[in-house]
């Protein structure tokens, strides 16, 4: 058994990792390829590099991710703390200057006594596994050498190369006035069916079928849906993205261009329906299919889009029924390798094959800066725990550290690591986290303030 844990990768959750193992007296190996090897996007020396947006979200608690920072303050997170000192004047959001987060986050793993940085890239993780305890923290850009190198390690069939992934909404913000359940064709009105015959079997399918969830359309309000998604703004994407991506995935804004129809007899065909509303199959239908085992949040099924996120927003709003939805997350289609963590990894971000195997950041599938550090700070813990318990002859960890799911840190790992045939990665967000008990409460505002309240009143139990 060695007498140090490896991380390998010296991003957000690689070196949040690396000082929670630091903090507790172990030492630790952080192989880092840069500056000796780079990314397609990444050009600065320093650990922690920024690469995308400055912005680390909201900071408001009634925001899940202002939550999950507060939550990480509380755990000492590293990274949280400063990117709190580098902080730039962004309104309620916690923006950081990205050169001097990435000098600072650098400083303090440079000169801590107990890591030592090796610059080189890692293409066996075997021998390395073999050892001792290890946790990979390579990103969503990982080298094609180590990419291969996870493939054998967790079955080819369960690495992704990029990520094109739709838009999700929480459910409570559709409106059912015009939503509707129901699989296609099981909603449609049979021949031999009165009217009223068909609505009561709706009604009684409503409890039973919530797999689906559909949002008609008629023809003046496709027509107005279509003309802004083909002329809606679009993220630039890279070159080297721009190969794999489009080689494997529409997106649904390239495939309206085709022509006003191509989403009618695609994925808005309205074929298997009836509109309750009107007792006639619908013009254009949006499908919604259920993404979480509480049926709280919805992905909208074939929209897997480029477009920005503020234009996700305006014209995916225009669908009747998402008039007020809430986002949970957009869509995005970018390079991105991760593993299907629900299959291989359990709430600690252990591999389930191999004990001395942890992943963080990205690659679990959890998605944005303040998760990926969340995630590295989870495997960072339980990787002490395991080494602990290794070195005082004791075969297996004695305990697991996990953090309540009405925490949005255990519920993050709580989902990446909970079955599910269409995972995609996550961000944090509300509907995650279990209802409150009791009456439901109207105001979301109000509902996020009190699960907020919940949250951090479990966490301080929990410490």
């Not at 890239?121 to 080298?143: Q, R, Y």
């Not at 254009?284 to 477009?307: C, E, H, K, P, W």
């Not at 339980?382 to 004791?394: K, L, Q």
Request: net charge negative; aromatic share 8%.
């Amino acid at each position: 058994m060695k007498d140090y844990i490896t991380v390998i990768g010296g991003g957000l959750a690689g070196c949040e990792a690396a000082y929670q193992i630091a903090k507790r007296n172990i030492k630790v190996k952080l192989y880092e390829m840069k500056p000796i090897k780079f990314s397609p996007a990444h050009n600065n020396k320093n650990l922690a590099e920024i690469v995308c947006s400055n912005s680390f979200k909201s900071n408001l608690l009634t925001n899940a991710c202002g939550l999950l920072k507060e939550e990480l303050r509380k755990l000492d997170s590293l990274l949280i703390k400063i990117a709190d000192k580098t902080s730039v004047a962004a309104g309620q959001a916690l923006a950081v200057d990205r050169e001097s987060f990435s000098e600072k986050v650098t400083e303090v793993i440079e000169n801590n006594p107990l890591i030592e940085i090796i610059h080189e890239e890692v293409e066996d993780i075997t021998e390395i596994a073999e050892a001792g305890i290890v946790i990979i923290a390579t990103g969503p850009l990982t080298s094609e050498a180590l990419a291969k190198q996870i493939a054998n390690i967790t079955g080819e069939d369960k690495l992704y190369f990029y990520d094109a992934a739709a838009p999700i909404v929480s459910k409570d913000s559709i409106d059912f006035n015009i939503a509707f359940y129901g699989d296609r064709y099981s909603e449609e009105k049979k021949k031999d069916e009165t009217e009223e015959e068909w609505r009561k079997r709706l009604k009684e399918q409503e409890g039973k079928e919530q797999s689906y969830i559909n949002l008609p359309m008629n023809k003046e309000e496709y027509e107005r849906f279509w003309n802004e998604l083909v002329n809606a703004e679009v993220v630039t994407l890279h070159e080297f993205e721009k190969r794999e991506i489009f080689e494997g995935c529409m997106p649904i804004e390239i495939m309206a261009k085709r022509g006003i129809d191509t989403l009618r007899f695609g994925p808005l065909k309205p074929v298997g329906f009836d509109d309750p509303r009107t007792v006639k199959r619908p013009y254009a239908l949006v499908q919604l299919r259920q993404d979480d085992s509480r049926a709280s949040i919805y992905n909208m099924v074939g929209f897997q889009t480029n477009l920005k996120f503020g234009e996700q927003k305006r014209v995916f709003s225009m669908i009747p029924g998402l008039q007020n939805a809430e986002f949970v997350k957009y869509g995005v289609m970018h390079r991105n390798t991760y593993i299907n963590s629900t299959k291989l990894l359990d709430d600690t971000y252990c591999l389930k094959s191999n004990p001395n195997i942890y992943f963080a950041g990205q690659i679990t599938g959890v998605e944005g800066y303040v998760e990926s550090i969340s995630s590295g700070l989870v495997a960072a813990l339980n990787a002490v725990e395991d080494f602990n318990n290794r070195n005082s002859n004791e075969n297996e960890r004695q305990n697991k550290i996990t953090f309540p799911e009405t925490t949005v840190i255990g519920a993050l790992a709580k989902y990446i690591s909970t079955p599910n045939k269409k995972f995609q990665p996550m961000n944090a967000n509300f509907g995650i986290l279990p209802e409150l008990d009791g009456e439901k409460i109207r105001d979301k505002k109000e509902r996020y303030r009190k699960l907020a309240e919940r949250s951090l009143d479990s966490l301080e139990k929990r410490l």
